[in-house]
C-alpha cells in the first residue's frame, strides 16, 4: 500500500519519547506506546514490520546510510528523521540510534529514541536534505553522501557532531532522556 503525504505536520508532546527496539536487520520487535498513538499503525501492524515502514519520501538515503554505517559498526548516532504516519501525516524528530548487546558483548538489536526535533532545527535541517534528494535524483546516493560528508566537514565535524551543535540539549533533557532510555532498555 503506497501512502501519499498529506503535508501535514503532528504535533508532538515535547516531553513525550517515540521508542523502538529492532532486529539486526531493523525489523521492528518492540514500540511504546507514544509511538502507536502518533504513526496510527497498530502493534499487530508493526510487530515485524521493516522500519521502513513508517518512512516519508521527503528524507534522503544518505541519511540512512550514515546511520546503518554507524551502528553496523557499533557506534551510536544522532540523526534528524522526518517520519510519516499511516495517514500520510508528518513529525520530525531527533532520534538517538542505539545498539545493544547480548552478555557475550554481541550486538543483538538496535533502538531509536526519538523525542520532537525543535521549529529552529527543522528550518536548518529540511533544505540540507531537500538538497540531498536532489543530488539523489540526479547522481544517486553516493554522491549525496560525499555532498554531506563534505558539508559538515566544511563545520569541522561530521554528521553526529553537526546535530549535536545544533540542538544543544540540557542537562535536564538529558538526565530525562536518559532514564526513559534505562527504563525502556529494561522493560521492553
Ligand atoms: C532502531 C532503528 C530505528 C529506525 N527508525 C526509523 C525511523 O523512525 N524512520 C525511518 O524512516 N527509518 C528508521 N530506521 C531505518 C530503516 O530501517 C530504513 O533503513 C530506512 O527507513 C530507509 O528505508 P529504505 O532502506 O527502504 O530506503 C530505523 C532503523 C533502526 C535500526
New binding site residues.
Given amino acids: 500500500m503506497r501512502i501519499v503525504p498529506t503535508n501535514k505536520e503532528i504535533k508532538l508532546n515535547p516531553r513525550k519519547y517515540i521508542l523502538?527496539?529492532?532486529d539486526l536487520k531493523?525489523n521492528i520487535t518492540k514500540v511504546n506506546d507514544y509511538f502507536l498513538e502518533i504513526c496510527k499503525y497498530t502493534k499487530d501492524e508493526l510487530i515485524g514490520a521493516?522500519?521502513?515502514i513508517?518512512?516519508?519520501p521527503d528524507?534522503p538515503?544518505a541519511i540512512?546510510y550514515l546511520?546503518?554505517e554507524s551502528?553496523k559498526n557499533g557506534k551510536n548516532i544522532t540523526a534528524v528523521?522526518k517520519?510519516m504516519a499511516k495517514n500520510g501525516d508528518h513529525y520530525w524528530?531527533i532520534?538517538d540510534?542505539e545498539i545493544r548487546r547480548d552478555q557475550s558483548g554481541k550486538i543483538n538489536r538496535?533502538?531509536?529514541f526519538?523525542q520532537a526535533a525543535p521549529k529552529k532545527i527543522v528550518a536548518t535541517i529540511e533544505p540540507l536534505y531537500q538538497k540531498l534528494l536532489e543530488i539523489e535524483k540526479m547522481d544517486g546516493m553516493e554522491v549525496s553522501v560525499k555532498y554531506l560528508l563534505n558539508y559538515v566537514a566544511e563545520q569541522g565535524t561530521d554528521y553526529n557532531g553537526y546535530i549535536a551543535k545544533l540542538e544543544k540539549r540540557s542537562a535536564l533533557t538529558l538526565f530525562l532522556l536518559n532514564k526513559a532510555k534505562k527504563l525502556f532498555s529494561n522493560n521492553l
Avoid: C, E, L
Fill in positions: 523502538s527496539t529492532t531493523g521493516p522500519h521502513n513508517i518512512r516519508h528524507m538515503k540512512f546511520m546503518w551502528i528523521v517520519n524528530v532520534t540510534f538496535y533502538m531509536a526519538r
